[in-house]
């Protein structure tokens, strides 16, 4: 089995922070209607790190083309729309930066209509735009996507119901408890009031978290506007307490 | 002062244009030793199936070691360990792997062969966690300290059992046997 010459390295199983009440949505949401069927009802069961939480898979790096953040270039023209740049970078909570983590996104057209066979509202398929991007963070966790605003979309959880325009964003960060599957929504949006999905964030410090923020400074003259989204996964536990409760 | 953790939302119907992978369902390639299928089904609270949720797995090479920096017993091979597999209309779901060997649990203990894994779907606004243990590994599981930490008559909807090309695991997300969900 194991060469008793050399001394047996040991994993690392410091545990991770949990979110705080308040962050991460309720399962059950009533408003948003699709919650009620599919929310389980028994309470969830404690479950204490062990190393398969915190190890996880650090995908990416032979499953990139060069062009994947750029949704702008996926077909021989140009997408119709607002060209628009979304960058940030991906943090843990005490700010230290995950690097080299693959990053997916995907979106509507600027008309708010999905590149999916389950998407039949009537507005227009844009043949140069299919709603896909992938990247890895840099060293220091940077990511840079290049795409078009998004345009909101009707759907059917209650009457006249709008999404918020947004975009999904699926993160791995380096530990199964870190996998984040979001959405980034933008500022100077009206329909955040009547939005289910938004509005199951109770806390509004956790909400600000999913907005970008307009940044001058990563604008493009002449080319594309530039919007912040910076993304914070839960990062090692720091308080040295025995995990159990 | 800490960063507010970004929060969850829903994958939402549409995540197949971009979360889909052809070799998506590989934990280990095709032709690989002792290599199965995991098939199952997600249902909802009615007892029907899930067409649009995508089902997540990670687990240890059949040493019980991850590939991960944090796991140095790993041996640096290229066993990727995860697959992600979406449910159809019919909400079936398959993975292709091996059977992950024992891994240390807390306090000294052995964890007896599992997956993690996540369920996304439209209407989870955030994932729900559980774990595949196998039925036929009776006296590692009876040891495992997850397992038992549960109600008896709530482990069985954990325990894949044997199949034809493999193992069968359902996700019942809510109602009759709901499947245990973990907290992390």
């Known amino acids: ?245 | 002062m800490a960063l507010q953790v970004t929060p969850s939302q829903t994958i939402g119907p549409f995540f197949s244009i971009g979360l889909t992978w052809e070799d998506g369902a590989f934990a280990v390639p095709e032709g690989t030793d002792g290599a199965f299928w995991i098939r199952g089904r997600v249902t909802d609270g009615d007892g029907e199936p899930v067409p649009d949720a995508v089902v997540e797995t990670w687990q240890a090479d059949p040493d019980g070691r991850y590939r991960h920096p944090d796991d140095p017993r790993a041996d640096g091979g290229d066993f990727r360990g995860f697959a992600r597999a979406p449910t159809g209309r019919d909400g079936t779901f398959a993975i292709h792997t091996v059977k992950p060997g024992p891994v240390p649990g807390a306090g000294g203990a052995t964890q007896a062969p599992h997956l993690a894994v996540s369920v996304f779907a439209r209407g989870l606004l955030n994932r729900v966690v559980t774990r595949v243990y196998f039925a036929d590994e009776a006296d590692l599981n009876a040891a495992d300290p997850v397992l038992a930490g549960l109600p008896a008559d709530r482990r069985a909807t954990l325990l894949a059992e044997p199949a034809e090309d493999g193992y069968r695991f359902d996700v019942r997300l809510q109602g009759e046997d709901e499947t245990v969900f973990f907290a992390v």
Request: negative net charge.
């Open chain 1, 1 to 245: 089995m194991s060469d008793t010459t050399k001394p047996q390295a040991q994993p690392d199983l410091t545990p991770y922070a949990r979110p705080e009440e308040g962050t991460n949505p309720p399962l059950l949401y009533p408003a948003y209607a699709s919650t009620v069927r599919r929310a389980p009802k028994e309470p969830l069961v404690w479950l204490r790190h062990t190393i398969t939480e915190v190890t996880g898979p650090l995908l990416g790096e032979r499953r990139l083309g060069d062009l994947d953040h750029d949704l702008t270039r996926h077909h021989r023209g140009e997408p119709l729309g607002e060209r628009i740049i979304v960058h940030g970078r991906v943090l843990e909570g005490d700010g230290r930066p995950v690097p080299h983590t693959l990053i997916e996104i995907w979106q509507a057209n600027a008309g708010g209509r999905y590149r999916h066979d389950g998407d039949q509202h009537p507005a227009p398929i844009d043949p140069n735009f299919t709603g896909v991007g992938r990247c890895r963070t840099d060293a220091e966790g940077r990511y840079r996507f290049v795409t078009i605003k998004p345009g909101a979309y009707p759907w059917r959880n209650h009457d006249n119901a709008w999404r918020a325009a947004h975009i999904h964003f699926s993160l791995f960060g380096r530990a199964f408890v870190q996998r984040l599957v979001t959405q980034m929504y933008f500022p100077n949006e009206h329909l955040f009031f009547q939005d289910p999905i938004y509005q199951s964030v109770r806390d509004e410090r956790a909400r600000q978290a999913m907005m970008s923020s307009f940044d001058l400074s990563e604008t493009v003259p002449e080319w594309a506007l530039a919007y912040q989204f910076d993304i914070v996964l839960t990062g090692r536990d720091k308080t040295p307490i025995d995990e159990d409760h």
